[in-house]
């Protein structure tokens, strides 16, 4: 038994003809759907599909339980410094930082101190970058980590703005991923109370007499209802009145509180709600009276948004714009609608009740992948769960494709209708990180930080995995276009590049 | 002045380009259109300063800008006995303005009143009434439709919605652009793999104008060397745009985010006052980059899909508003002025007492400047703006 394993192993080409003989072959509707529900499918994902079916598959995506990581990647994340470090006690070293530089004479020294922290930021930030793309390459839990990809932008921040560099990697694994399949209002909670968004949205500053309504008018209009749901600019600013003193104590240090104020402090971790800067009159919100009252006014009104049938649609139809396709149906969105509000906004069950539909079974292998999903997946099937010794390349590469995690400059989260990522710059650009990838000449494998030791070299993707899923939905054209590559390389370039591969 | 002198560019030999299976030999004499589209909504008031308003100096305590000092380079210029000029633009839009070749038309905008970048923004490029919600194509795109022969150029990641809907029209980026990687018979077998599908033209064209942006910024990169061309940011943008609008595409779009300013917009110095210089440098380089001949037969337009509150916030920042000012500059721009209709700025003159009106409607505006660039028919504009109402403001 054993030499005969070995013997299999020593030549690979009997490992698809022994793998297809002794499991059952994967229908072609089969593999576009692990396609969707994941980044794109590697024999893990296949083994698992076969060994539980759909049914089981898809429930334990919906529930997973705890980290999916393979325990190399998990230990590489973990190493990272900005992971290292909680987010308050981060934030209390670059204060200290700020403070010691503000303290210096004028000068280079000055200069130089205020770009050393600057590009200390910048690389906590691109090690968030990477914690993300490496979890949506290697986590098991596929759809859990698409969800934190669609939160992540749903919920955008930036991270080029002011501190929230240093907060991305927190925002991510602390604020999105616990809520990603979980209950729709914990998440918008979660968001509301981190650093990362009240930063980058201005409600840091939102105070009494102070008023700043770009928090309060983006969490009506792009996180819960949706523009011309039915708010008026009236309502953004009685929003925008709740809404005062949601801030952080970044100073670390114990607010001076009128007695009769003290019931309304709240502080958790870097978040604090700040009853001196809280506006406690009563605000008319979509037609209902918040009566004046501490954080929980906030509650309240989250409460009212998010129990509007509004709500359901909004967040019923973006999810189905991402997963299905750019005008879903309306029986689709209406049917999702209705679980959102039955199940008090539960996120697990509306993606259920989409996964099951015929819309979605109607959509598989239509959709033209974005920027991450083409990456993401193109790893899985270069790579199969082989765990890459330097993650960089893929920062550049989401970089280079323009959908870089925390990089959208606006709050809208980047676009996820099909055109735009389809133009003709973005698809020459997608060519040149296939070749980047299929021809191995990245440093993906660097053994040390200067990349003179490395173990790279170009993958094999003719695997078990491609010719269960791949090979069979090739079409003429792309067949005569491998026929032309004179290495395994460019073959390995124009099978990343082939329409059957970008699309899903 | 009439239509035909702006029309006399000198005709230049170009090579050949061919893009979604079509060749365009540039045709040298139609004139070159950029929109530059400043996303975020810029505060318009701290730029074009109004400044013989004192609800202006009331409604900006801390961030409004000083009156014309001589000598005091950090003071507005003034443009007329109303307007004046933002200190961070004086020295580059300054000597344009002195030329003529600058106007600006405050109080412009769009009817969409939902003070969302995202919708504004749409509402815009689509080029439709604010009732119509048809995000299926764009005005540039449709521009382009009715000129023929004219190239389309996007410098931008992914395809603007302006440019869609009509064709194709190649992108690219101009942020970072280096060396092409496929050789000729490797394109030609990438794209081999399209035919058919609905990404044929663009992972042709794609291919084909990273090899030709390549090489003319490779000639650029040359010739810039001697000389000192400031590479910061969008200035760098600038010269890199009219290294490729000068002889292969002449209708162009470009955006430039960052103007969203909550928190701290500063005054003579500080976000907006650096977004500013950084905007107009580009403006600038473009300019100089087409050389004399060339910019004569060239017209910017710079538009936002939203100025801001008149009055500054609690943070020292402004937020969301409604009307804007527009830039229009070129060679033969009928500039040195400021155009379209105007309202005294004072608190009764603000919208829901919070912004600037609305009184020159972007589609007619723009219907008006095109029809005069180009002499488009009736039918031609109402093709780009449906159902606008053409004003000529006489800027070209």
Known sequence: MRSFLSACLATLLCLPAAAMAADKPLSQEDVAWLDRVTFGADSATVASYRDLGRRRFLQAQLHPKGDGLPQPIATQIAGFDVMKTPADTLLAQVRDQYRD???????????????????????????????????????????????????????????????????????????????????????????????????????????????????????????????????????????????????????????????????????????????????????????????????????????????????????????????????????????????????????????????????????????????????????????????????????????????????????????????????????????????????????????????????????????????????PTLGPKTRNALSQATSQQEWNTFLLSSPEFNYR | MDRRQFLFALAATVPALTLGGKVFAAPASSPRFLLVFLRGGYDANNLLVPYSSDFYYESRPSIALAKPTAGDPKSVRALDANWALAPAVAQTMGPLWDKKQLAFIPFAGTDDLSRSHFETQDNIESGEGSDARNYASGFMGRLSGVLRGVPPIAFTDALPLSFRGTGDVPNVSLKGAGKAVFDDRQSKILASMYEGTSLQAAATDGLQLRQQVAQDLQTEMVAASRGAVNARGFAQQGQRMATLMKDKFRLGFVDVGGWDTHVNQGGADGQLANNLDNLSQGLAAFADGLGDAEWNNTVVVVVSEFGRTFRENGNKGTDHGHGTTYWVLGGKVNGGHIAGSQVAVNAGSLLQNRDYPVLNNYRDVLGGLMKRMYGLSDADVGTVFPAAKPRDLQLV
């Open chain 1, 101 to 471: 530089i503000k303290d210096m004479p004028d000068g280079d020294a000055k200069q130089e101190a205020r770009k050393a922290l600057q590009k200390q930021g910048n690389q906590y930030a691109q090690q968030a970058q990477a914690a993300e793309l490496l979890r949506a390459v290697y986590d098991e839990n596929q759809l859990r980590e698409q969800m934190v990809w669609f939160w992540l932008n749903h919920f955008s921040v930036f991270q080029n703005k002011g501190r929230v560099r240093w907060l991305v990697a927190d925002y991510a694994q602390n604020t999105i991923r616990p809520h990603a399949l979980g209950k729709f209002r914990d998440l918008v909670m979660a968001t509301l109370k981190s650093p990362a968004m009240l930063e980058y949205l201005d409600n840091a500053q939102n105070a009494r007499d102070k008023i700043n309504e770009n928090y309060a008018r983006e969490l009506m209009e792009l996180h819960t209802l949706g523009v011309n749901s039915g708010y008026s600019q009236a309502d953004v600013q009685s929003l925008a009145r709740v809404l005062t003193g949601v801030g952080v104590n970044f100073d670390g240090q114990p607010r001076k509180l009128r007695p009769d104020m003290r019931q309304y402090y709240v502080q958790e971790g870097v978040f604090e709600f700040n009853p001196n800067r809280h506006d406690f009159s009563d605000q008319v919100l979509l037609g209902k009276t918040i009566k004046g009252g501490g954080f929980d006014e906030v509650e309240k009104a989250v409460d009212l948004i998010v129990s509007q049938p509004a709500c359901a649609t909004f967040v019923s139809t973006k999810l189905a714009k991402y997963f299905v396709s750019d005008n879903p149906p309306p029986s689709l969105i209406a049917a999702m609608a209705k679980t959102f509000r039955r199940s008090d906004g539960d996120i697990a069950e509306v993606m259920d009740t989409m996964l099951t539909s015929k819309e979605f079974i109607a959509s598989l292998g239509k959709r033209y992948k974005d920027p991450t999903q083409f990456l993401v997946s193109t790893m899985r099937l270069a790579y199969d769960g082989k765990p890459v010794e330097n993650p960089r390349p893929l920062v550049n590469w989401i970089n280079q494709l323009g959908q870089a995690p925390f990089g959208r400059i606006t709050p809208d989260g980047w676009p996820t209708v099909d055109s735009e990522w389809s133009s003709s710059g973005q698809i020459a650009k997608r060519f040149e990180i296939a070749r980047a990838i299929g021809s191995g000449a990245n440093h993906l494998f660097d053994l040390d930080e200067a990349g003179t030791r490395s173990i790279g070299g170009f993958p094999q993707l003719t695997t078990p995995t491609y010719y269960a899923t791949i090979e």
